[in-house]
T-cell receptor, first 113, second 112 residues
Framework: AQSVTQLGSHVSVSEGALVLLRCNYS??????LFWYVQYPNQGLQLLLKYTTGATLVKGINGFEAEFKKSETSFHLTKPSAHMSDAAEYFC???????????FGTGTSLTVIP | NAGVTQTPKFRVLKTGQSMTLLCAQD?????MYWYRQDPGMGLRLIHYSVGEGTTAKGEVPDGYNVSRLKKQNFLLGLESAAPSQTSVYFCASSSTGAGEQFFGPGTRLTVL
């Protein structure tokens, strides 16, 4: 079975600082990888996804993530944090088309002014 | 386009009562999903459907039933609610299994 690990349930950064949210997965086959963001009392929105092709993926709001097969990682980064980035972030994995998603437990990002 | 909508937004039940949560999508998506979100546990898949008339069990199906009689609707039923089913429930849909899942706004359910 798939497993998705997000290191750090809470991350705090200063406004303007680098954001790094970690995601590792277990998969015996090339996975499909996703990052979602959840603002308070809302549903999840897709930030970015990796299916095939270029391993560095750019998403909305200045976020990007790099698929590293050797490290089974898909860490999310943003060069400069903004107050509006404060939210819960979820990494998700799917092995094949039609298969179910597996979500990590989430990382709550706090941005300190 | 309304996207994915969920009805109701909030509900309080007593132990043993039953209810049905409705999810509707207007994107003509084949795949639909029901998740529950609990603090510290992320989202866990309850049931999903890969097309009209089909359903399948996810990670935590016990105590829930689903039906997909129409392509645009996916119903989640609780036959006899228990306090352990207190949670926020999210519905999602996608055009393919590997594609983006579009989420509804959620239903906050409390079982007393």
């Amino acid at each position: 079975a798939q497993s998705v690990t997000q290191l750090g349930s809470h991350v705090s950064v200063s406004e303007g600082a680098l954001v790094l949210l970690r995601c590792n997965y277990s998969s015996s086959v090339p996975p499909y990888l996703f990052w979602y963001v959840q603002y308070p009392n809302q549903g999840l929105q897709l930030l970015l996804k990796y299916t095939t092709g270029a391993t560095l993926v750019k998403g909305i709001n200045g976020f990007e993530a790099e698929f590293k097969k050797s490290e089974t990682s898909f860490h999310l980064t943003k060069p400069s944090a903004h107050m509006s980035d404060a939210a819960e972030y979820f990494c998700a994995v799917s092995e094949t088309p039609g298969n179910q998603f597996y979500f990590g437990t989430g990382t709550s990002l706090t941005v300190i002014p | 386009n309304a996207g994915v909508t969920q009805t109701p937004k909030f509900r309080v039940l007593k132990t043993g009562q039953s209810m049905t949560l409705l999810c509707a999508q207007d994107m003509n998506h084949e795949y639909m999903y029901w998740y529950r979100q609990d603090p510290g546990m992320g989202l866990r898949l309850i049931h999903y459907s890969v097309g009209e008339g089909t359903t399948a069990k996810g990670e935590v199906p016990d105590g829930y039933n689903v039906s997909r009689l129409k392509k645009q609707n996916f119903l989640l039923g609780l036959e006899s609610a228990a306090p352990s089913q207190t949670s926020v429930y999210f519905c999602a849909s996608s055009s393919t299994g590997a594609g983006e899942q579009f989420f509804g706004p959620g239903t906050r359910l409390t079982v007393l």
